[in-house]
C-alpha cells in the first residue's frame, strides 16, 4: 500500500531493460546494450532481442550473475552540499551523495549531476525508467539554479545572449530563462540571478556565464521539475518525496 513518504510499484510483465535499470545493474540505454551483446539470460536462455518481457518471476542474469529485482520503488530528495561528489563512488576517495544515504533501505541513484563545487536540490531513486527520462533533455524537465556572479550588475546584452541560447564548445545552449534576484546578497559585488534550463551539460551554467564575460562564485539549484529545495533541509540531509511529489515528476516526463 502506499503511504505519504513512499511508493510501492507492483510489477507483471515488464521490458527486460527497465527491469535491468530498476535493478540498478545500469542505466536503461546501458541495459539496452548488453541485451544487444547477449550477455543476460532469462530462465538460461540468451536474450538479445529489445522489447523482451519478463514476468516477476522468471531468473534474470548478466554475465552468470543473478540480478535481484527491486520490488518497492524508493524516491528522494538531498539538499547536496558543496566538496561532495555526485556520484556513487569516487576513485579518489572524496564523498558522495550516496555517502550521506547510509541510512536508506535499498541502493538509490542521483538523478543527473551537481558539480563538485554546486549545492542543492538532487533527485535520488531506484527508478531507472524516471530517472532516464528526467535526464533526457527531449523530455523538457526544467532545473532553475541560483547564480551568484563577480562583476555584476550583468549587463543588458548578455542577459539577452543567456536568454537566447550563447555559443560553447559542445555546441549551442538551449534558450534559458534568466532573472534577477532582488533582496539576496553574498557579499557586496555579487549579483544574484536564477536561470532555468532542461539541458544537462556539464558545469553548463558556469560556462554560459564565462562565454557571456562573468565569473560564477556560487551556484545553488532550488528547483527540479515541480520539486522545489526548502530552507528547513539543511545541507547533506534529505527526506523521502511524497506520493503526490512523485506523481508530479512521472507525469512532467510521460509516465
Same mark, same amino acid.
Given at each position: 500500500?502506499?503511504? $505519504? ?52 518471476? @522468471? ?26 561528489? /555526485? ?30 563545487? /554546486?549545492?542543492?536540490?538532487?533527485? %535520488?531513486?531506484?527508478d531507472g525508467e524516471l530517472a532516464h527520462r528526467l535526464m533526457h533533455p ?21 542577459? $539577452? ?8 564548445? @559542445?555546441?549551442? /545552449? ?19 540571478? $536564477?536561470? /532555468? ?29 515541480? %520539486?522545489?529545495?526548502?530552507?528547513? %533541509? ?22
Open positions: 500500500m502506499e503511504n $505519504e513518504n513512499m511508493v510501492q510499484d507492483e510489477r507483471a510483465a515488464e521490458r527486460l531493460q527497465k527491469v535491468l535499470a530498476q535493478a540498478g545493474v545500469a542505466s536503461r540505454r546501458q541495459a539496452e546494450r548488453l541485451i544487444l551483446d547477449g550477455r543476460v539470460t532469462v530462465n538460461g536462455d540468451r536474450v538479445s532481442a529489445l522489447g523482451t518481457k519478463v514476468e516477476i518471476q @522468471d531468473k534474470i542474469e548478466v554475465d552468470g550473475h543473478p540480478v535481484q529485482r527491486t520490488e518497492r520503488l524508493y524516491y528522494y530528495l538531498l539538499n547536496k552540499p558543496v566538496s561532495v561528489i /555526485t556520484s556513487a563512488s569516487d576513485p579518489q576517495g572524496r564523498p558522495t551523495v550516496v555517502d550521506l544515504m547510509k541510512d536508506v533501505p535499498v541502493r538509490v541513484y542521483p538523478v543527473g549531476r551537481l558539480d563538485y563545487d /554546486t549545492a542543492g536540490l538532487l533527485v %535520488l531513486t531506484n527531449s523530455y523538457g524537465a526544467e532545473k532553475t539554479y541560483r547564480v551568484w556572479i563577480q562583476g555584476g550588475p550583468i549587463g543588458i546584452n548578455a542577459l $539577452e545572449n543567456l536568454r537566447q541560447g550563447v555559443s560553447l564548445a @559542445d555546441g549551442n /545552449t538551449a534558450p534559458a530563462k534568466v532573472e534577477r534576484v532582488r533582496g539576496v546578497s553574498k557579499g557586496g559585488q555579487l549579483e544574484v540571478l $536564477e536561470v /532555468t534550463i532542461h539541458e544537462g551539460r556539464n558545469r553548463q551554467i558556469r560556462r554560459m556565464f564565462a562565454a557571456v564575460g562573468y565569473l560564477v562564485v556560487k551556484l545553488e539549484r532550488v528547483s527540479f521539475g515541480p %520539486l522545489t529545495l526548502e530552507k528547513t %533541509l539543511r545541507p547533506g540531509t534529505y527526506r523521502p518525496l511524497t506520493v503526490k511529489e512523485v506523481q508530479g515528476l512521472r507525469s512532467q516526463v510521460g509516465l
